[in-house]
């Protein structure tokens, strides 16, 4: 089984840094990434698909990059709102399948 | 707009099977795939399985064993049902659509609509 793994596991940073976080496969999954956002209490939202695409009413200072076994997610410039935790996820065309990463803390610093 | 709603015990025994309904309103259930999704503390996010509206279902194969997905088209209803259940699966379970576009020949492989979730305990 391909398994996804994000590093780091926690991230502390300040208003106006740009993060990155960074997602690995075990092996080549093409573009098959997904990148999601989770607040406490709250479900996933869906901010990249097919590794670079940009989710409707996502704001732009998020960008997702990357093919075959490693991508990033970038934000920019953080802001307040985005101190959540971030999950990549891959999809297994052939089966269908899906398999999350472990997340991605994002604290203040 | 779509909107899920899932519904279902919130305590469960052990050795006892759980089962929860995902209410789709705001569109029709045809032409997606449907998962469910848990989270706890100890696992994060797991998928445990899907069903399209063609009736085609997959499962994680680590529950595979454990969970049935079936499909209520008539009232716009998914449901899940998961065996022999134990503290381990105790979660927030989640019911989820996978996102279609067009443009990219239809599932992009991420989930654009979530429900709230539930939270499952299991417990005597």
């Known amino acids: 089984d391909i398994q996804v793994t994000q590093s780091p596991s926690t991230l502390s940073a300040s208003v106006g840094d740009r993060v990155t976080i960074t997602c690995r496969a075990s092996?080549?999954?093409?573009?098959?990434l997904a990148w999601y956002q989770q607040k406490a209490g709250k479900a996933p939202k869906l901010l990249i698909y097919?590794?670079?695409n940009l989710e409707s009413g996502v704001p732009s200072r998020f960008s997702g990059s990357g093919s075959g076994t490693e991508f990033t997610l970038t934000i920019s410039s953080l802001q307040p709102d985005d101190f959540a935790t971030y999950y990549c996820?891959?999809?297994?065309?052939?089966?269908?399948?899906?398999?999350f990463g472990q997340g991605t803390k994002v604290e203040v610093k | 707009q779509v909107q899920l709603q899932e519904s279902g015990p919130g305590l469960v025994k052990p050795s006892e099977t759980l089962s929860l309904t995902c209410s789709v309103s705001?569109?029709?259930?045809?032409?997606?795939?449907w998962s469910w999704i848990r989270q706890s503390p100890g696992r994060g996010l797991e998928w445990i399985g899907y069903?399209?509206?063609?009736?085609?279902?997959n499962q994680n194969p680590s529950l595979k064993s454990r969970v049935t997905i079936s499909l209520d088209t008539s009232n716009n209803q998914f449901s899940l049902k998961l065996k022999s259940m134990t503290a381990a699966d105790t979660a927030v379970y989640y019911c989820?659509?996978?996102?279609?576009?067009?443009?990219?020949?239809?599932?992009?492989?991420?989930?654009?609509?979530w429900g709230q979730g539930t939270m499952v305990t299991v417990s005597s």
């Open positions: 705001g569109g029709s259930i045809s032409s997606y795939y």
């Open positions: 092996q080549s999954i093409s573009n098959w």
């Open positions: 996820q891959y999809y297994n065309t052939y089966s269908p399948r899906w398999t």
């Open positions: 069903i399209h509206y063609s009736a085609s279902t």
């Open positions: 097919k590794a670079s």
């Open positions: 989820a659509r996978a996102q279609s576009r067009f443009e990219y020949g239809g599932n992009t492989g991420g989930f654009d609509i």
